[in-house]
T-cell receptor, first 113, second 112 residues
Framework: GAGVSQTPSNKVTEKGKYVELRCDPI?????LYWYRQSLGQGPEFLIYFQGTGAADDSGLPNDRFFAVRPEGSVSTLKIQRTERGDSAVYLCASSLMNTGELFFGEGSRLTVL | QQQVKQSPQSLIVQKGGISIINCAYENTAFDYFPWYQQFPGKGPALLIA?????SEKKEGRFTISFNKSAKQFSLHIMDSQPGDSATYFCAASRAAGNKLTFGGGTRVLVKP
């Protein structure tokens, strides 16, 4: 597809479970970002990849959150021991290096019961 | 610490009217200021962006005004249309391509 693709679009899980959210960026985009958006709030930065490496992971809230981008394209956000407070829409975005414009996917809505 | 403050939280405007959204930032290292538009169930999409070396930028019906000394910037939507009904977010970063810090959003409703 032409845009950023995120799967699953919806995920319902139980407290304490492990969750993986996948992001497939626009082909050729070297930068990839993860944001978290709670209801009625602006997106909150989590982590940013330039190629395969995490250029800035200062937004990850704690060590239960981890993200990888092993081949510089698809990225997976991993959340261990989920808590009810992790419920949010997780947004992925990609961009050409240093152009500024982020192209967002439609997000993965995570609900932790 | 909320580094980008946005107001108002919501706005109702008649078709053809002007929508004005304001943002204030604290970090003087910010030098890239985009506005994003988000429809329900969709991701944000870039609307218009400005750098601090200019005081105003216009693209179609959308204008950003920037006041560096006051650390404030605003979005004006001229001739507002029902299709403009969406949530608008201001944002800021140290450089284009770096992480964005978003404001809390403004929900705009344009009444026909």
């Amino acid at each position: 597809g032409a845009g950023v693709s995120q799967t699953p679009s919806n995920k319902v899980t139980e407290k304490g479970k492990y969750v993986e959210l996948r992001c497939d960026p626009i082909s050729g985009h070297t930068a990839l970002y993860w944001y978290r958006q709670s209801l009625g709030q602006g997106p909150e930065f989590l982590i940013y990849f330039q190629g395969t490496g995490a250029a800035d992971d200062s937004g990850l809230p704690n060590d239960r959150f981890f993200a990888v981008r092993p081949e510089g394209s698809v990225s997976t956000l991993k959340i261990q021991r989920t808590e009810r407070g992790d419920s949010a829409v997780y947004l992925c975005a990609s961009s050409l290096m240093n152009t500024g414009e982020l192209f967002f996917g439609e997000g993965s809505r995570l609900t932790v019961l | 610490q909320q580094q980008v403050k946005q107001s108002p939280q919501s706005l109702i405007v008649q078709k053809g009217g002007i929508s004005i959204i304001n943002c204030a930032y604290e970090n003087t290292a910010f030098d890239y200021f985009p506005w994003y538009q988000q429809f329900p169930g969709k991701g944000p999409a870039l609307l218009i962006a400005i750098r601090p070396d200019v005081s105003e930028k216009k693209e179609g019906r959308f204008t950003i005004s920037f006041n560096k000394s006051a650390k404030q910037f605003s979005l004006h939507i001229m001739d507002s249309q029902p299709g403009d009904s969406a949530t608008y977010f201001c944002a800021a970063s140290r450089a284009a391509g770096n992480k964005l810090t978003f404001g809390g959003g403004t929900r705009v409703l344009v009444k026909p």
